[in-house]
């Protein structure tokens, strides 16, 4: 068994700020909004919260551009309204984890705005300068140089140009980032989740992407780079080591072997890093918004490469929605008649694998995709981009951008929370910075505590579960039927103990003959996504669309791991 860690036994919740409660009217999320919704997040059960950025920040890219690392958004409060957060957290036994932003700044940073001042300026070198672009194209669109036009040079900007990338080369880049996280470590928090971490070292020379062209993808030159580690160590070394925190890393493009890499137990880098590998199951050739068909066999097949090749020597985080992603009921599950029973499906998959699962707000209750009708409705810039950049190519028919702008833009996870059927989902009283999701009125936080089926309510059972049985956090896990493309089945172990989990993954009928020795006789069933129960008492179950089982062994809830 893994060594015992209360990160590894902790459930996540992601909370989006500007989305989450607004407390004063004027249309925005704030501190004082996810104060009031403390005793919410206790009574889920929930042991650590992880704000996305709420540091001073321009909003070009919703706070992921700051401009003030020590400071606390104007629009979001003061480090007054901060300060009782975390005070009100840790009274109630949960823990906090920052979004720890610095790959790069905003421009309007004191470090930029100084680099960008003159050639000589002791700041000049925190960032990353050239006299010619080279041919890297940035994620959201168009080159991911930016002239500037005083110095009459460019910097390197893998986002848009208004988040100039750190020269993480320079010692006192890397200097100032860890006195910036002793400053917050030393007010309490409770660790970090480290935006595209794995992006911080790029290849020396910067060489152009070989694919040619005009622009072209660069990743090969920036995706865990040449020293990432050794900053990573680094980083551990001099800050890290020194609390008792909590680390994920997000890491685009990690397979589990470069995964081990950054969370190797052995390593003394980071705790846990965000794969995308799920995430772009459903991405063709031409990336994200090439939106195509994907099989249950290969959502099986990358799970349980993860499940497999870490178990042991590093840890998963699990999620299949955060922030940047469509919502898990509308993507892999289904949001229409069985919205309720596919999300307790997919979320009885994520709290019965191995790793920390993470619950991105609104998921609890099943929260859908929005799409918007028009354009002029989303607020992402990456959405916003690249509608500009196909309107202005004029290949694709708007329809069909649309579509794809429905299945993956990012304003389908921060349209508000919605508390209740009050109006604007009871998220604000004024006018929301994005629109609410109209099915607000039927699915919303209130109703749903009240129903004893609902989705909130089996979130918290399978909360409860994981903390009382630590075979979900420590077992080891094997796939059964790998080729079944209906059914997703899997056994955790841990000593004496066994848990098998069965997923119904289609709108269908479906049956699964259990492997002798589980059903019907020594297992007993402890969780299914329907009322009443089970159909089925023989060693083949017959399972309704979406259904979800989870048997332990007959023998009780294994506490004496
Ligand atoms: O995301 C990194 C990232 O690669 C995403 O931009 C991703 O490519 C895209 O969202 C997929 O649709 C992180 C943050 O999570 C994101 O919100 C920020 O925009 C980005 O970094 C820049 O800080
Ligand atoms: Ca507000």
């Given at each position: 068994m893994a060594e015992r860690m209360w990160w590894k036994e902790a459930v996540v919740y992601q909370i989006y700020p500007r989305s989450f409660m607004d407390s004063n009217g004027d249309g925005i999320g704030d501190l004082k909004g996810i104060l009031a919704k403390l005793d919410y997040l206790?009574?889920?059960?929930?042991?650590?919260?992880?704000?996305?950025?709420?540091?001073?920040?321009?909003?070009?890219?919703?706070?992921?551009?700051?401009?003030?690392?020590?400071?606390?958004?104007?629009q979001f409060g003061t480090m007054a309204d901060f300060d009782r957060l975390l005070?009100?957290?840790?009274?109630r036994e949960m823990r906090l984890v920052m979004d720890l932003v610095v790959n790069h700044t905003s421009d309007e940073h004191e470090w930029f705005r100084q680099a960008r001042a003159a050639k000589d300026n002791p700041?000049?070198?925190?960032?990353?300068?050239?006299?010619?672009?080279?041919?890297?194209?940035?994620?959201?669109?168009?080159?991911?140089?930016?002239l500037d036009e005083k110095t009459n040079e460019y910097y390197l900007h893998l986002f848009s140009a208004k988040q100039p990338d750190l020269n993480w080369d320079n010692p006192r880049v890397r200097a100032e980032i860890h006195d910036l996280m002793r400053w917050w470590l030393d007010k309490g928090v409770d660790g970090f989740r480290m935006d595209v971490i794995g992006c911080i070292s790029k290849t020396p020379g910067l060489p152009d992407a070989p694919e040619g062209g005009k622009l072209a993808w660069g990743g090969a030159f920036f995706l865990n780079g040449p020293r990432v580690h050794e900053y990573l160590r680094e980083m551990n070394a001099e800050v890290l080591s020194h609390y008792d925190v909590m680390t994920v890393g997000e890491t685009l493009s990690v397979t589990p072997k470069e995964a081990l890499e950054y969370t190797g137990f052995n390593r003394a880098e980071l705790n846990m890093v965000f794969q995308f590998e799920l995430m772009d199951i459903?991405?063709?050739?031409?990336?994200?918004?090439?939106?195509?068909?994907?099989?249950?066999?290969?959502?099986?097949?990358?799970?349980s490469r993860w499940q497999?090749?870490?178990?042991?020597?590093?840890?998963?985080?699990?999620?299949?929605?955060?922030?940047?992603?469509?919502?898990?009921?509308?993507?892999?599950?289904?949001?229409?008649?069985?919205?309720?029973?596919?999300?307790?499906?997919?979320?009885?998959?994520?709290?019965?694998?191995?790793?920390?699962?993470?619950?991105?707000?609104?998921?609890?209750?099943?929260?859908?995709?929005?799409?918007?009708?028009?354009?002029?409705?989303?607020?992402?810039?990456?959405?916003?981009?690249?509608?500009?950049?196909?309107?202005?190519?004029?290949?694709?028919?708007?329809?069909?951008i649309m579509r794809s702008i429905c299945a993956k833009s990012r304003d389908n996870a921060r349209t508000p929370m919605q508390w209740s059927e009050a109006a604007h989902g009871g998220f604000t009283t004024g006018i929301p910075w994005l629109r609410v999701n109209p099915n607000y009125r039927t699915l919303n936080v209130e109703q749903e505590r009240a129903d004893a089926d609902s989705v909130l309510n089996y979130y918290r059972r399978l909360i409860r579960f994981r903390r009382e049985n630590p075979v979900v956090v420590y077992g080891d896990y094997t796939l059964l039927e790998p080729e079944d493309e209906t059914v997703y089945a899997f056994t955790r172990r841990l000593g004496e103990v066994c848990l098998l989990t069965v997923l119904n993954f289609t709108a269908g009928e479906q049956t699964f003959a259990s492997p002798s020795g589980l059903l019907p006789d020594n297992l007993r069933l402890v969780l299914c996504n329907y009322a009443g129960g089970e159909t089925s008492v023989g060693p083949t179950l017959h399972l309704r669309p979406y259904e979800a089982r989870v048997y332990l062994t007959a023998a009780g809830s294994a506490d004496g791991v």
């Open positions: 206790k009574w889920l059960g929930v042991d650590v919260v992880w704000f996305s950025p709420i540091y001073e920040s321009p909003n070009n890219d919703m706070g992921y551009d700051i401009s003030d690392y020590r400071s606390i958004m104007a005070s009100g957290l840790h009274q700041y000049r070198d925190y960032y990353i300068w050239r006299q010619k672009p080279n041919n890297w194209s940035s994620f959201f669109g168009g080159s991911a140089w930016e459903d991405s063709g050739p031409g990336g994200k918004w090439d939106v195509r068909d994907w099989q249950v066999s290969e959502f099986k097949r990358i799970c497999r090749e870490l178990y042991g020597r590093g840890w998963n985080s699990l999620y299949l929605n955060n922030h940047d992603q469509p919502r898990m009921v509308s993507r892999f599950g289904q949001d229409g008649k069985y919205r309720v029973e596919s999300a307790k499906m997919l979320a009885t998959l994520l709290h019965t694998l191995q790793g920390t699962p993470f619950i991105y707000q609104g998921e609890e209750i099943g929260m859908t995709n929005v799409c918007f009708e028009r354009i002029e409705d989303y607020r992402d810039i990456e959405t916003i981009n690249w509608y500009k950049e196909q309107m202005a190519q004029g290949e694709r028919p708007v329809k069909e």
